[in-house]
């Protein structure tokens, strides 16, 4: 090799270090009303956290410029690659292929889905270097445009939802390629003081807590955008619950943020409930084994109950309705917000697999 083209090439190494990207960084609120969590977007507006959301959606009021994107284009065929049950099914027709994308984005609470073009808008943030915001970036975003009606049921304020799927139009994916960061993201769901979500990966806030974090796989399920994880047993206390063997690997752990609660399959459901007195206030640890180490995610009563009204609690395991025991096409176990409460969760798409670990409680998200 010339000694010219080493030089260039040494110095473009020891360039790196500095030119390394820095992840994104939004404060996560938990809305009382809607038990829902909001990341703010730009200008006051905020966005509602899907986990299981495959696209990012806002009202588009205000002279945002549409993309342009064509209906055959890639691109479009990203925004529809997981239509919600219940939407229209894409289709750029018989005629020409030329006519303008159109998504279908869908309220994650109530089902309902419109139909709307695709957009450019931004991601007002700031990148962290793990203690303290460094600088704040407009990322660009690709975002589908909804009519207002669509926000029903989401918290006061938001203008659209940032789904965090695993799919090419989630928000991960696109901090991802406009700020040259892994697709990956750590994200700290708050029970009341402030959350976090890091888009990008590391340095993160609490390097004690995810230096040794335990690691589960993260499996895809055919036809669907969302985490899945996958489980051996359940516990509660020292008790291994009498689920029929195969029924958690058949249809998988899910997660979501769409509801506080856990959604539990009938074969699931049952044994769990039928010889543990979860309806006490002593509420006995929910332990969800899973693959990949000898490693269990905890619940503990924080995790598995809610309180309702003052004075009133509820375990937050609940039957799945419309669904047959050991229906493998509805996941087993849907964990929702209250079990992923205080962890950090390392949700990173590119290693395919999910790290956690349990805040202790004085710190919670917070210390940042
Ligand atoms: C970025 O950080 C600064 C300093 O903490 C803060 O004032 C500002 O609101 C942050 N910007 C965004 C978009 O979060």
Redesign the pocket.
């Known amino acids: 090799m010339p000694p010219v083209l080493l030089l260039v090439l040494a110095a473009s190494l020891v360039a790196l270090p500095s030119c390394q990207s820095l992840p994104v960084?939004?404060?996560v609120t938990k809305d009382p009303a809607t038990s829902l969590y909001t990341i703010?977007f730009?200008d006051g507006a905020s966005l509602v956290l899907d986990v299981a959301g495959p696209l990012v959606w806002s009202t588009c009021e205000g002279g945002q410029s549409p993309a342009e994107i064509p209906c055959s284009s890639p691109t479009c065929l990203l925004a529809n690659a997981y239509p919600a049950p219940g939407c229209p099914a894409p289709s750029c027709g018989s005629d020409r292929h030329d006519k303008p994308c159109t998504a279908y984005p869908s309220n994650p609470v109530t089902g309902a889905c419109a139909a709307g073009s695709l957009f450019h808008t931004r991601f007002?943030?700031?990148t962290t270097d793990g203690n303290?915001?460094v600088s704040?970036v407009n990322v660009g975003v690709l975002a589908a445009c909804a009519p207002s009606k669509l926000l029903a049921s989401l918290p006061r304020g938001s203008t659209g939802v940032a789904g965090l799927a695993a799919s090419g139009l989630a928000l991960p994916a696109q901090v991802a390629s406009a700020q040259k960061v892994a697709n990956r993201f750590l994200l700290c769901l708050p029970t009341g003081g402030p959350g976090v979500a890091i888009f990008g990966g590391g340095p993160v806030p609490w390097p004690q807590f995810t230096q040794s974090m335990p690691y589960t796989p993260l499996v895809t399920k055919g036809g669907s955008p969302a985490h899945y994880i996958s489980a051996r047993f359940i516990e509660v206390g020292d008790t291994r619950v009498p689920v029929s063997e195969g029924a958690l690997a058949t249809g998988g752990v899910m997660l979501s943020t769409r509801l506080p609660y856990a959604l539990l399959r009938p074969d699931v459901y049952r044994p769990l409930t039928l010889g543990n007195n979860l309806g006490g206030y002593s509420v006995p640890n929910v332990q969800l084994a899973l693959d990949g180490g000898s490693d269990t995610w905890t619940m503990t009563g924080k995790n598995s109950m809610v309180d309702v009204k003052p004075g009133t609690a509820c375990v937050v395991f609940v039957e799945m309705k419309g669904v047959e025991a050991g229906d493998g096409r509805a996941p087993a176990v849907i964990l929702g917000g209250a079990q992923m409460e205080d962890f950090v969760l390392d949700i990173d798409m590119e290693k395919k697999r999910l790290g956690f670990s349990r805040l202790p409680h004085f710190t919670g998200c917070g210390g940042l």
């Open positions: 960084l939004a404060p703010p730009h007002a943030a700031n303290k915001p704040e």
